[in-house]
Every structure is written in C-alpha cells, then in structure tokens.
C-alpha cells in the first residue's frame, strides 16, 4: 500500500513538473510563432529589397548594417575586459577588490540599461557633438560586460582544483595555469556568457536612444557618425500610426529574430561539453 502511494505521489510530481515545464516555453513558442506569422508576408512581399534597401525604399538595410557594426564593436571593446574581470574574480576570491568586484558584476547585471546610454551620452555623445557607432558600441560594451565576466567566474569555478594543483606541481606560473589549463577547459561556459552577451546586446533598444542616433537612409560610413539598428528602428516604427510601418516593424522582428537564432543555436550545439 505504501508503495503503491508512493508511485502514485511520483508520477503527480513528474506530471506537475512537465506541465509546469511546457507553461514556461508557451510564452517563447508564442512570440516565436507570432513574428514569424506577422513578419514573414512582410519580407515575402517586399523581397531581398527588405534586407538591403533604405527605411525610404521600404527596407532596412542601413539597420541590420549598423546591428552588426554595433554588436562587432561592443564586443571587440568588451568581452577582453569581461574576461580578465572573471579572471580576476576566480582568482582572488578572498581580497577585498575581488569581492566588490563580484558585488558590482552582479549590481551591473540588474542595472537600468537606459541609466547606461545616459551615462555614455554624457561623456562620448555630447563631447563629440554627435551621436555615433563609437558611443552606442560603448554602452553595449558596458551591458556586455558583467554577464560574460560571471559566466567566465562561475565556468572557472568548475573546474577541480586538481588541475590547478598539477600545473603549479610542473612548475608553471599562474598566469600560465589560468590561460593554458583552466581556460580552454572552462571554454564551453565561458563561450555560453559570451552567447548570452551579444544577445543581450543585439537587442538593446534602450541605451541606443542617447548614444546611437538612427541612420535608416544610408549605410553607415565611419563609427563616428549615428549609425541605425534593428531594435532602434522597430521601437521608433511602432510609435508611428501608419499600418506600414508597423508592417515594416514586424518585418524587422523577423529578422532580429533569425539573426539571434542564427548565430546563438549553432555556436551552442557545437560546444562539446567537457568531461572532466
């Protein structure tokens, strides 16, 4: 009897938790179904003039152009730092500068994106007198940077200690042990922060409002001009009240949509994970 109770409480329990399990993913299944049923008609109609084209032309060329540029130049200015920050972090865990180093990965991750683009409006935008590629990339760097610096923390913490000790055993410096043995052994996790980060980035919308200015008439020319992207154009297409631009702006959707998809789900399936 008292089996037959306690099988019957597990196969509630693992009922309850696959029904909770497919509550979770309907939201995502659903954005996903709804911008490619909005905004698949769209790129069909308008054809590859959608993806090149001006704003003008019934396009967004310039805007995928400068989504690139951005997240590119985000990355190249932040992930170096993020990682030598989660380096640091893991390394000295105990002194005082690693724990508010920790303390502040965390307030940066929770922080108001928008407050960032204020920030870099202050001290890049409004020096240059302009908005530019330079100032957007640079608060995307900023966003960028906490969640590839956990990650890089947390992927180093996993590794046994043995390893440590055996570099240290064949008389090789800590720099050597960190970058040549814990490194690539922690690779799969450190390269799931940096995933994370450049999605987080590519779909920013707030901190572009004070630092990248939109550029939807013309590809952009040099990072020290306003440059356009994606989500900057969609949020200033949906305030519009004509219906083509929100058509444009499902458009637009799509394609954010394909460009996270495309280069998150490949890089992901093949990290190999490493048996330790």
Sequence with gaps: MLTSNRKTKEKVFFIGIGALTILIFI?????????????????????????????SEGGIGPAIAGTFILTFLSALLGLP?????????????????????????????????????????????VPMGTYSALAGALALAIILTPYVAVYTHEALREIPSTYREAGFSLGLTRAKVVFRILAPMAKRGILTGVLIGMAKVAGETAPLLFTAGGLYESYPSSITKPVGAVPLLIYQLVQSPNPVDHATAWGASLVLLAIFLGIFIPIRLSLKEVRL
């Design 27 to 55: 939201p995502l299944f659903h954005i996903i179904a709804t911008v490619l049923i909005k905004g698949f008609p769209v790129i069909a109609e308008r054809g590859t003039k959608f993806l090149t084209g001006t704003l």
């Design 81 to 125: 730092v993020a990682f030598l920050v989660g380096v640091y972090a893991y390394e000295y865990p105990k002194s005082t500068l690693g724990q508010w180093t920790k303390t502040l990965l965390q307030i940066m991750i929770e922080f108001p994106t928008i407050l960032v683009g204020v920030f870099v409006m202050q001290v890049v935008a």
